[in-house]
């Protein structure tokens, strides 16, 4: 294999926008974003030491990348078939995954123009979890396994748990609740019984 020190450059614009916006994606594999960082780095000057250490791989895998890109272009970016334990889930379906963690569940009250609180769904999940995405998944004509969820998004290093506040809202008529009486109500000191006198001994 030749030790290519650059990507080869881009044959026209779209292929570069294509690199370059797949870079720069947040709902996209994670491979896939990282091996279009690996060309986008190397179109910017760097050579595959620095390439290396930025993307935190071997200079073997920079070198190879490159070697896949200059034969294959876009195509060469993605992993060879029979390549390891074929993936039951698609990249199509995983990018169709990730992007639902995007959205709001339909549960979850949000405000419309007028500023009126509503849900898409009152019924449906208003965080998500991974069973209510597994749910959500299936729906959308994903064939997916609850496990699965969670492996790929552990993979892609996206949290599908939000935290939610109870001390505070956004609503305008929210009020919060007042402190217990123990901070405002005074507590009685009970009076210290004083033992009777003795009589002294004349």
């Known amino acids: 294999m030749p030790k290519l020190l650059f990507a080869r450059p881009p044959v026209d614009v779209v292929e570069e926008r294509r690199i370059r916006k797949l870079a720069g994606a947040r709902h996209a594999p994670a491979d896939w974003i990282r091996r279009a960082q690996l060309i986008a780095l190397s179109w910017d000057g760097l050579r595959v030491p620095a390439i290396a250490d930025a993307l935190g791989c071997s200079q073997k895998a920079v070198r190879y990348r490159l070697a896949r890109f200059a034969a294959e272009g876009l195509e060469g970016l993605g992993d060879r078939p029979g390549v390891g334990r074929k993936p039951r889930i698609g990249q199509a379906q995983r990018s169709q995954l990730i992007a639902l963690v995007a959205n709001p569940p339909p549960g979850r009250l949000v405000r419309d123009e007028t500023g009126e609180l509503g849900a898409t769904d ?81």
Do not use: C, M
């Open 122 to 202: 009152a019924t449906g999940p208003a965080v998500w979890t991974l069973d209510a995405l597994t749910a959500a998944a299936r729906a959308a004509g994903i064939n997916i396994a609850r496990s699965q969820v969670r492996r790929i998004l552990l993979a892609e290093g996206v949290r599908w748990r939000r935290p939610r506040s109870w001390a505070t809202s956004p609503d305008p008529e929210f009020i919060p609740k007042e402190p217990g009486s123990w901070t405002t109500t005074r507590t009685r000191r009970r009076r210290r019984r004083s033992s009777p006198p003795t009589s002294s001994a004349r």
